[in-house]
């Protein structure tokens, strides 16, 4: 799979961040790209041909795989990765939108294009949000797929066309594991960088605009 687009995304982002902003692109890029693309691609490649049963009934071994793990890890890791850093596009598009506006009235009307304020705010503000949640439904989706956070090193599995209960094997489960918990504590991490700018963001918005009001009023 190339990276290429998300790579290119996350540094046109990173021009128009906040410091935490700058953060959350990094902590993205090195430790889940990254990760990823080097480590643990490799470890999931193979998990079907490596998932083993202890019976050779025809189509058990697929129907037992599919049971268990529904959706492959390391898919919906790919998913998720996408999924997150799509509504930076948001901010991308408008910063264009902006530039394209100058170009075509031939003027000066923002101080510059890149600035978070007024309408970019919002929508600076709305793909934090929109970011936020859907780090935390992949979460959720993640615990709901495999019963927990865990790669058991066996399971069993009665479903038809077994013919009784059998027991299957998944390959290098410690390892998976592993991967699995740093995947989480990754999401768990840009959650945090993602209510910390919000927050920060929201805090600065409102001073501002306090300090608008006051001084107007006492001039």
């Keep these: 799979m190339s990276w290429r687009f998300l790579c290119d995304l996350l540094s046109g982002v990173n021009k128009y961040s906040t410091r935490i902003g700058r953060i959350w692109v990094a902590v993205v890029f090195m430790f889940r790209l990254m990760v990823y693309a080097v480590a643990a691609e490799s470890i999931w490649k193979y998990e079907h041909d490596e998932f083993e049963c202890n019976i050779k009934q025809p189509g058990c071994e697929n129907v037992c795989f599919d049971h268990f793990f529904p959706v492959s890890h390391i898919s919906l890791w790919a998913?998720?990765?996408?999924?997150v850093s799509a509504p930076s596009l948001l901010v991308v598009f408008h910063v264009a939108y902006r530039e394209n506006r100058e170009k075509r009235h031939n003027q000066k009307?923002?101080?510059s294009p890149g600035e978070l304020d007024g309408g970019l705010l919002c929508t600076y503000l709305t793909s934090l949000i929109l970011k936020t949640g859907l780090e935390i439904v992949f979460l959720v989706l993640f615990y709901k797929l495999y019963n927990g956070f865990k790669v058991p090193r066996l399971v069993k599995c009665d479903i038809r066309p077994c013919p009784s209960t059998v027991d299957c094997y998944i390959s290098k489960p410690t390892e998976k594991m592993i991967?699995?918990?740093f995947l989480v504590a990754t999401s768990c991490l840009c959650i945090v960088l993602n209510l910390s700018e919000l927050s920060y963001l929201i805090f600065k918005y409102s001073i501002k605009c306090y300090l608008k009001r006051y001084i107007k009023k006492c001039q």
């Design 79 to 83: 998913l998720q990765l996408i999924m």
């Design 109 to 111: 009307l923002y101080r």
């Design 179 to 181: 991967f699995l918990y």
